[in-house]
């Protein structure tokens, strides 16, 4: 029944990856993900893993490389961060419409400028519509279980979808915590052998893939894509299940902490999921009547199971690591305000941007200004600005 | 729950100290450890520090350490490059100190007001035991005086992280250390 191992986010991407039995990898090292394209380097030297390395020159041709081993009928591997996130967005793309199911470990940074190495969701934020699963990880123990998830979910005949596994920069990737790893036999009887179900790249019987389309025929080609979606929902609930079975580890679309009773509710992405649910436990001490809700699947994203979750809440505080400029709120929030029906009082918050942590000040802050919000459209809120923000660096001319 | 803030400076092994503890918490004494790096402009000889979080109970918290139980130094020329290692300190948060001069252990006490001091010169021991003059893996042992973590627990995690040969020197060491810490 598996055994312990102590594993920074990173070397948990890896361990899954390499024992989904991926076969060609081809990864650029960006940190915080370095450390995922040179320990996978490493166990292909040392024979430990039976895959070919391609060594690439930017995260365009990792992801080409990927995409193009992957339709040859195995299982391929890449893994990137923020700007190299942003180099790949145009074949994240072609993955998604080739129906490719790649599994890639995303460590989510801030994308430039200015130019950051730490946590925030800017970059797979601008990726939520770049047809990819997107699953979004609190702990260590997660990320190792939702890359092994995510190959059941996407390469499922009916969603044939790709899938970005996204663990916070630093606070998951660089965070060494107890795994609970399960035996090889075990995994290859939950993740199974991978079998290309659409499209397939073999000399002895050539097809041309990725031709040009004419209008006939790509709006159909999209409705396949958003049906694979919808089937994805259904697929997630039906592997979790069985997940939960064999390894006793619950998993959900999006998981309500101590929601049932509360009166104001927090929803968040990631690595700080935990620290809300921290927060709620020391509030719910004190008398507040709170809880947290963490989105695990932001794409598809599961506005049904959220409805149920908040039913109870009449306020809720929805906490973006992203800036969303010049929306009407960042993008969680933009997902929970339409999922919910127009009594429920909902707000914006937008902070740990670029490595600033998301305290258990900054959860409690949020809580509380909710509480005390009167208003029933009340502006984003940024929570963790210091100082005069509109004094810092002001670029003087001519003085 | 436990928090504690390990300083030092790049290059005597801070990071790899704060996975050091984490690993023998959570595989050799059945509890919870997650360690939150604060990486950064890092280069040899510049302040840098590391959070841990000690727990019976799995961990939900994953921020960093603001009001730690136990603040392990490592070098203590720290205060000359504007560390302020006592930041977040409370009554009776314990001070766990890399120093040869015990006098430099009373300032410490005295003037960042911790009422709890244990140091030891692990950086002695460290160039005994080891070889190097990294004081990492001797003031782990040091550590164990906190009750944090039995001193086995701290010597297998160090066999695990550093490999067999300097594994059991940098073992050796933590034990050293352990039986030559001195309280305040």
Redesign the interface.
């Known amino acids: 029944m598996g055994h312990?191992k102590?594993l920074?986010g990173n070397y948990a991407a890896v361990e899954a990856l390499k024992m989904a039995g991926v076969k060609v990898i081809s990864a650029y090292p960006i940190t915080?993900q370095s450390s995922i394209s040179e320990k996978l380097a490493e166990l292909v030297d040392e024979g430990e893993l039976n895959a070919k390395y391609i060594r690439v020159e930017s995260e365009h041709t990792a992801m080409s490389c990927a995409v193009g081993a992957q339709l040859t009928g195995v299982r391929a591997a890449t893994a990137t961060s923020s700007v190299g996130l942003a180099l790949m967005h145009e074949v994240l793309n072609v993955a998604a419409g080739l129906r490719v199911p790649l599994v890639m470990p995303v460590v989510n940074r801030s994308l430039a400028s200015p130019w950051s190495?730490w946590c925030d969701h800017q970059d797979t934020m601008a990726e939520r519509d770049s047809g990819w699963i997107q699953l979004y990880c609190?702990?260590v123990q997660d990320v190792f279980d939702s890359v092994i998830m995510a190959y059941r979910i996407a390469e499922h005949p009916d969603v044939l979808t790709p899938a970005m596994v996204c663990l916070d920069g630093?606070?998951?990737s660089?965070?060494?915590?107890?795994v609970l790893v399960p035996e090889q036999e075990e995994i290859d009887r939950f993740v199974g052998e991978y079998k290309a179900v659409n499209l397939r790249l073999d000399p002895k019987d050539p097809i041309l893939i990725n031709n040009l389309t004419s209008p006939d025929e790509i709006t159909e080609m999209k409705y396949q894509q958003a049906a694979g979606f919808r089937n994805a929902k259904r697929v997630m609930g039906e592997v979790f299940q069985e997940f939960a079975e064999l390894f006793g580890r619950k998993k959900s679309v999006v998981e309500g902490y101590r929601t049932d009773d509360a009166d104001a509710v927090i929803v968040t992405l990631g690595?700080?999921s935990?620290?809300a649910?921290?927060?709620v436990?020391h509030m719910r001490e004190k008398g507040y009547k709170v809880g947290a809700a963490k989105v695990v699947s932001f794409r598809p994203f599961p506005y049904e199971e959220l409805r149920r979750v908040l039913e109870n809440a009449a306020k809720v505080a929805v906490l973006d690591r992203t800036t969303g400029f010049g929306a009407q709120g960042a993008p969680l929030w933009l997902e929970v305000k339409s999922a919910l029906d127009g009594c429920k009082l909902v707000k914006s918050y937008i902070g740990g941007l670029a490595g600033r942590?998301?305290?258990?000040w900054s959860i409690e802050n949020a809580l509380m200004d909710i509480m005390e919000e009167r208003s029933a459209k009340p502006d984003t809120k940024w929570i963790d600005l210091q100082g005069d923000p509109m004094n810092l660096r002001q670029v003087l001319m001519n003085v | 729950m436990r928090r504690l803030k390990f300083y030092g400076l790049g290059g005597q092994g801070v990071v790899t100290a704060?996975?050091t503890l984490?690993?023998a918490v959570?595989?050799y004494d059945g509890k919870?450890?997650?360690?939150?790096?604060?990486?950064g402009h890092e280069r040899r000889g510049a302040p840098v520090y590391t959070d841990i979080v000690v727990d019976e109970e799995p961990?939900?918290?994953?921020?960093?350490v603001?009001e730690p139980d136990i603040v392990l130094v490592m070098d203590d020329s720290i205060i000359e490059k504007n560390v302020d290692v006592a930041k977040g300190k409370r009554h009776d948060t314990a001070l766990v100190l890399n120093t040869r001069n015990p006098e430099v252990a009373e300032m410490y006490a005295n003037e960042f007001g911790f009422n709890k001091v244990f140091y030891v010169d692990a950086t002695q021991i460290a160039i005994d035991c080891i070889g190097r003059e990294i004081p990492n893996g001797p003031m782990l042992g040091a550590l164990a005086i906190t009750g944090i973590a039995p001193i086995e627990a701290i010597e297998n995690a160090l066999k695990?992280i550093f490999g067999e040969r300097a594994g059991e020197k940098n073992a050796k060491a933590a034990r050293k250390a352990y039986e030559q810490v001195k309280e305040i």
């Open positions: 312990y102590m920074d915080p190495l609190e702990n630093f606070f998951l660089h965070s060494m915590q107890k690595s700080m935990g620290t649910k921290y927060v436990n942590d998301v305290s258990m | 704060g996975k984490s690993t959570s595989i919870y450890a997650i360690t939150v790096p604060a990486y961990i939900l918290a994953n921020c960093f603001y695990d």
